[in-house]
Structures are given as C-alpha cells and as structure tokens.
C-alpha cells in the first residue's frame, strides 16, 4: 500500500530565518535582567521582613522586663513598706510612754527594739524639743545636739503627724550609716520633740537581697525627692545622693507608678526602671540591665542576622552564578550566531545546490543555489518527492531510483533533471547519509551541480580524442580500444578477430592532379562508404593519411578473409562524384587475425599492415594475409 509522507517541517532550515542571529540579540540580555531584577527584588523584599522580625522580636522582649520590673518593683515596694510599718508600730509605743516619763520610755523602747530584727535597728531615741538628745536605747549618752537634722526640722515645722524617713546619714558619734524613722512628739497639740529609730541601711537592704536580681540589675528606695535610701549595688556609694535627673516620681508625686529607659548616671548601664510610690510616700525603684537582660534575644537576632546574611550571601552568589552562566551562554550562542550567519552566508552563496531529504525521500529542506538549478522556489520545494527533479520516464538511471536503493555512506551520480519549465540539463548529485544516535539514516543530503555545459565539453574532447576530424571515424586510439575489447570477448568466448588494413592506390596523384581538397573529400567519401558496408557491431577506423582499419569478430578462414576483401575491393572501386567529376580508386588490403597472428591491437595492425605491403607488391588492387 502506498503510504503518504509529509515533510518533517522541525528541522531548522537552510534558507529560513537566522534563529541564533535573532536569538543572541534581545531575548537573553531581557533574561539577564530579568534574573538580575528578581534577585534584588526577592531581597529587596525578603530584608523588611528579617529586620521586622528582629525588632519585633526587641520589643516584646523589652516589654515583657518592663513588666518584670514593675513586679519586682512592686513586691520590694511591699516588703519595704511592710518592715517601715513595723518600724512605725515600735515608734508609736515608745512615744505613747513619753508623758510617764524617761524611766517607762526606756522599759517601752527596750521592750520594742528587742521585738524588730536586731540586725536592722540600730538604736531608738528621743530628742527633746530643743533638738538634743534626751534618750538612746544604746544606753547613756553625751548631751548630743541633733536639732540641725533635716528630720529633725522637718518634723518640728510640720504640723500633722507624718512618719519621717530620712535618707541615710553618716552618724558623728558612731560614724556608722543610719535611716532615721521618726515621729513627732506633741504635748498639747505642740512640738515637743522627737521619737527616731536609726535602722542600718546595710542590713535593710538585705531584705531586697532575696529578690533574685541579675549581677547588675538594682533595686533601689528613694524619697520622693528621689535621694537614695536603700540600694541594692554598691548601696553604700549611693546612700543620700540624689537622682541627678528629673524623673517622673519626683515630677508627678500624684503618680502611683511608672517606668522608664535610661542611663543611670552613677555606672553609665542602661536600664529598664520601673517604680512603685510606697504608702509612705517612698518609691521602690526596679532597675534591669538591659544589655545582661537582652543578651538571649541580641544572640538570637545575631544568628537571624547572620543566618539572613548568609542566605543572602548564597542567594545573591547564585544569582551571580546564573548571571554569568547566562553571560556565557549568551557569548556561546554569539559566536554561534556569528558561525551561523557565516556556514549561512556559505549556504546562501555557494553554486552548488543543497538538497535535504528524509528517509521517505521527500525534500525538506534546500539552498537558494538549489532553486537557481531546478528552478523550483524553496517554498515549493519543501515535500516534493525527488522524482520530481526528473522527467516522468527517467527509470533506474534517475537520481530518485538510485535514492530508492539502500546505499550507505557517500556516492555521487549523474542524472537527467528537468526544470521547472521542462528545460532539461545534466545533474551531478554527491549523496551523503545522516544518521542518529543508533546509526540509522534519518536524512540525506545531496550536492547538486549542472553539468551540462561541463558534461558537452568533456564528449567533445572524448570526440576530438577518439575520433578522425575528416571522416568523423574512430582514429587509431579508439581503435586500438574497441579492437582490445574484440580481443577480451574473443578470449572470454573463444571467437576469433580479424584486422584489415586498408591503403589506398596512388592516392598520392589525386592530390596532385586535382588538389588537396579534392583529396580531402575523397578521403572522406571513401571513410563514408567503409562506415556503411560493415554491420555496426564492427569497428571502421581511419589511421591516418589514406590508411583505414576495419576490425570485426569474425572466423578465420581464407574463404571468409577473401569475401570480406572482395566486398572493400568492389565497394572502393566504384567512382566516387567530387565536385561533379567522377573519380576511380582502388586500395590495398591486408588481413590479421587473433589468435593466429597476434593477441594485441598493436600486434595485429603491424601484421595487417605487413599483409597489406604484400599486396602492394603483387600489383595493388587486391589483398593479401
Ligand atoms: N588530401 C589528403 N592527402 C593526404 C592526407 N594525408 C596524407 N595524404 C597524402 O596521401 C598520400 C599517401 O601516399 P602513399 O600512400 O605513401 O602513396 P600512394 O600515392 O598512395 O601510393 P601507394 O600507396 O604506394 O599506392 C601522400 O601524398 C600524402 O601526402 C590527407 O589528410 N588529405
């Protein structure tokens, strides 16, 4: 059944569209950018979010110690208040025994100071009115003048009854630090001195020591002019120094709480403070080191930093990569383009034809020199069975039949091709195979060449070789050819060849009497009429001068040789007509023959030749073997 092929149309052609040409331009330099875009985009993007996450993550952590400051704050606030609430009960009994007098004050004082931590009070006295001292649980003392204390004077001006808490002061006499804690003494409404209780900052500050505090966290009591009373970090240092700046516990006494972020100006640390104002009228300060408190989440945000800066780092090194991938690439398909565009220009303006075909023997794909040769225009070209370059009845000689055959490898051939417009002309096509990875032939590709012009100048050249100008008869070259050839079939067959030399009479006087035209004609009348009276398997040559060959497969016998002599004889001795003059000759003959009297051309028209002397001797106008 005879199956319908398409050309494959897949296949990049020969004269179509320059794809690398086109290709090495714009479309990969848009990619290039378009990679380079993406990748500053993707980061561009990517980074808001990292640095987000990092401060998001800084400020819940900085809320939550904002927080745990305030608790803390809260909770010392509470302890603190606690043991002054303690502190003002033992004052309040003392100076309820003040009107019975210094002997019931010392039993009362006694009485109270050995129910308060030992370690915390360190005496309890009384001042008189005047501001010197009158009693000291200590036992006795020199009349001691205390009137200049600030509580002291605070005390004897204010008219209520408020619980004075003094910041700490460095004692004159015991030269140890002490918080005084002291109520006025009224008799009739009036000031009649002072009940105090001198508690040791250092061990009060131990009851903050339990609130489990990083080494550099604080917690700190302050008045509300913000003198320190308490502090838990070199307390000492600190005692009766006033907060250098105006916060917000000093500003807004009406304030319950609050928190801030700052420098403290005694060690420089940043810290988180919050505060609690106590109800008497003191503030418990919290403060949390924020570079010790933050550390866990700076470590964490260091390594998102670093990890962000690596991916980044991989991310943009990939992106190089690529970029310089593709820069290579797109130099690669540059220098392929620029090959391209030169295997094209060769293609486009080589003379020979190009010819794809398929393995179903149909064209897919030609050159312009392609079109110029048939005539067929590429676009017509495509899908066309090779026959279609020949005439209808070309047969087995045709390029598509030789197609046709199962031939590997490279072959050439000429073939008769037809144009377009039904003008004929010699082809050459040299037919090389395409194969595939399994070594099968997929395509064809054919070299075509006109060799009309070519192929008309090589059989004149074969003819002005082979062949006698003025009797248009195969001269001795061709001669001795067709005689081997006798030779080769005669020997295949055992057959028998025989040579005659043939030498005109006197031809030498025609010449002379009627010129060397004459001469010429006659030659040539003479060549004509030996052409016609042999069959057309034998061969009739003409040596040169007035000497002619005949040679034929012919048997060997006088008989044969005698009528093959009479035929020439009676054949020359007719007249021939020149220039309307009847002209007489007669010739020469000698006969060879293979085997008998040579086995070569040259053998056997020497002895043709010898034969034919002899029958110029005997008189001419006859033959001889
Ligand atoms: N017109 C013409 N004459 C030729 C040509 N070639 C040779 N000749 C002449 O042919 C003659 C041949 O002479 P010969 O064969 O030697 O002598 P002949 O006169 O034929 O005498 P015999 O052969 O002895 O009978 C010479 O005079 C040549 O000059 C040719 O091409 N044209």
């Not at 460095?170 to 409404?189: F, P």
């Not at 009851?207 to 009591?221: C, K, M, S, Y």
């Not at 090194?317 to 391209?340: D, F, N, S, T």
Request: net charge neutral.
């Amino acid at each position: 059944m005879e199956q319908q092929h398409t050309a494959d149309p897949g296949r990049a052609q020969l004269s179509g569209p320059a794809l690398l040409t086109r290709l090495r331009h714009r479309p990969l330099l848009i990619i290039r950018l378009a990679v380079a875009t993406l990748g500053i985009l993707t980061l561009a993007l990517a980074w808001p979010d990292v640095l987000s996450d990092l401060e998001s993550r800084e400020t819940a952590a900085r809320e939550r110690l904002r927080t745990q400051a305030l608790l803390r704050a809260r909770a010392a606030g509470e302890t603190i208040q606690a043991t002054i609430e303690r502190f003002d009960f033992a004052l309040k009994i003392t100076r309820a025994a003040v009107p019975d007098g210094l002997q019931a004050v010392a039993s009362h004082s006694r009485m109270v100071v050995e129910a308060l931590p030992p370690e915390l009070v360190l005496q309890q006295f009384l001042i008189d009115a005047d501001g010197y001292l009158v009693y000291s649980s200590l036992g006795p003392s020199p009349r001691n003048y205390l009137g200049d204390r600030n509580y002291f004077r605070s005390l004897a001006t204010d008219t209520g009854d408020i619980l004075q808490v003094s910041p700490p002061v460095l004692g004159r006499l015991t030269g140890k630090w002490s918080i005084q804690i002291a109520r006025a003494i009224k008799r009739n409404g009036r000031f009649d001195g002072v009940v105090s209780l001198a508690v040791s900052p250092d061990a009060w500050t131990q009851q903050l020591a339990r609130f489990e505090t990083a080494p550099r966290d604080t917690l700190t009591l302050v008045d509300g002019s913000g003198h320190v009373l308490l502090r838990t970090l070199k307390g000492r240092e600190h005692y009766g120094k006033q907060a250098p700046q105006q916060r917000d516990y000093i500003l807004h006494p009406e304030r319950q709480e609050g928190d801030y972020v700052a420098h403290a100006s005694v060690d420089g640390v940043l810290r988180q403070y919050a505060w609690t104002r106590l109800p008497s009228g003191l503030v418990m300060l919290s403060g949390i080191a924020l570079d010790e408190a933050l550390a866990p989440v700076h470590e964490i945000n260091h390594w998102t930093l670093l990890r962000a800066g690596l991916s980044s780092a991989l991310f943009a090194l990939v992106v190089i990569i690529l970029l310089l991938a593709l820069q290579r690439y797109e130099k690669a398909v540059h220098q392929l383009g620029v090959r391209e565009e030169h295997y094209r220009g060769v293609l486009t303006h080589m003379g020979e034809g190009i010819m794809v075909i398929d393995r179903h023997g149909l064209i897919v794909d030609t050159n312009p020199a392609f079109s110029v040769i048939t005539g067929i225009p590429a676009g017509e070209a495509r899908g066309l069975p090779v026959s279609a370059l020949e005439p209808a009845d070309t047969g087995e000689t045709g390029l598509a039949a030789r197609l046709a055959l199962p031939r590997p490898g490279h072959w050439e051939t000429d073939f008769p091709g037809v144009r377009k417009d039904g003008q004929g002309y010699t082809g050459h096509a040299m037919v090389s195979c395409v194969h595939d990875a399994h070594g099968r032939v997929t395509h064809r590709i054919a070299l075509l060449t006109d060799v009309t012009e070519q192929r008309r100048r090589d059989s004149e050249i074969w003819h002005q070789a082979n062949f006698d100008l003025l009797t248009g008869l195969p001269n001795r070259a061709l001669m001795n050819d067709r005689i081997e050839s006798l030779l080769r079939q005669a020997r295949r067959n055992q057959g028998h060849v025989t040579v005659m030399f043939i030498d005109l009479d006197h031809f030498k006087p025609v010449n002379d009497l009627y010129g060397h035209d004459t001469g010429d004609l006659l030659l040539g009348q003479v060549g004509q009429r030996l052409a016609t009276l042999f069959r057309g398997d034998d061969s009739v040559a003409r040596l040169g001068g007035d000497e002619f060959i005949v040679a034929m497969a012919a048997d060997a016998n006088p008989e044969a040789d005698a009528a093959l002599a009479r035929k020439v004889l009676d054949s020359l001795s007719r007249p021939f007509t020149i220039t309307g003059r009847d002209l007489r000759i007669s010739c020469s003959i000698g006969i060879a023959h293979f085997p008998g009297d040579g086995d070569s051309a040259d053998t056997l028209i020497n002895r043709a030749d010898q034969a034919m002397y002899k029958a110029k001797g005997r008189g001419r106008a006859g033959w001889s073997t």
